[in-house]
């Protein structure tokens, strides 16, 4: 397969599946997250992402139902296309379904920042939500209830490494 560009991407053989499922998520949800197209594709179960969220797997890669040479062109053919839908990036902190501590999920094996980023950015519907500085964490509270809180601490190359805060009960990462 040829290197996917901005002048041959339309032409993939993944891009109709793409498409198809980012219509229906932004239909439904409002924002497309990467973990939610891979759902949608059937590359990646309900029940593997609960695990990985839980901490039983340790790094979302393993569970994937595709090779990464596919995942990776997904990921790309998906910037691509939310950039001509006019989406708005938004990287999502995804941390640990546990009580007590919460450490932030691996989404890949070498935890390499631009593969993290890729699984991490979520793209939303101009008008859905903040977009900037702000940060989204992802997060469970006692029950296991789903919760999004938000965040305006920017992300610089120096602060990647650690955590945002439990942004919901106050206290500072």
Same mark, same amino acid.
């Given at each position: 397969m040829k290197k996917i560009t901005v002048a041959n991407y339309l032409q993939d053989p993944y891009y109709a599946p793409i498409v198809r499922a980012v219509e229906g998520l932004l239909r439904e949800?409002?924002?497309?997250?990467p973990l939610e197209l891979?759902?949608?594709?059937?590359?990646l179960s309900p029940e593997s992402v609960e695990?990985?969220?839980?901490?039983r797997v340790p790094y979302l890669e393993?569970?994937?139902?595709?090779?990464?040479s596919k995942a990776s062109r997904i990921l790309?053919?998906?910037?691509? !296309?939310? !950039?001509?839908?006019?989406?708005?990036?938004?990287?999502t902190v995804y941390k640990r379904w546990t009580k007590g501590s919460r450490p932030r999920l691996r989404f890949s094996k070498t935890g390499d920042h631009n593969i993290e980023d890729?699984?991490?950015?979520?793209f939303v519907s101009p008008g859905k939500g903040s977009v900037g500085a702000r940060?989204?964490?992802v997060l469970v509270d006692s029950t296991g209830a789903h919760m999004t809180g938000t965040s305006t601490r920017r992300e610089t190359k120096g602060s990647r490494s650690r955590g945002h805060g439990d942004v919901l009960n106050g206290s500072a990462g």
């Open positions: 949800k409002g924002f497309v997250a891979f759902i949608r594709m059937d590359l695990n990985w969220r839980r901490g393993k569970v994937i139902r595709c090779n990464l790309r053919i998906l910037r691509m !296309h939310a !950039h001509d839908l006019d989406l708005k990036p938004s990287l890729a699984y991490a950015r979520h940060v989204k964490d």
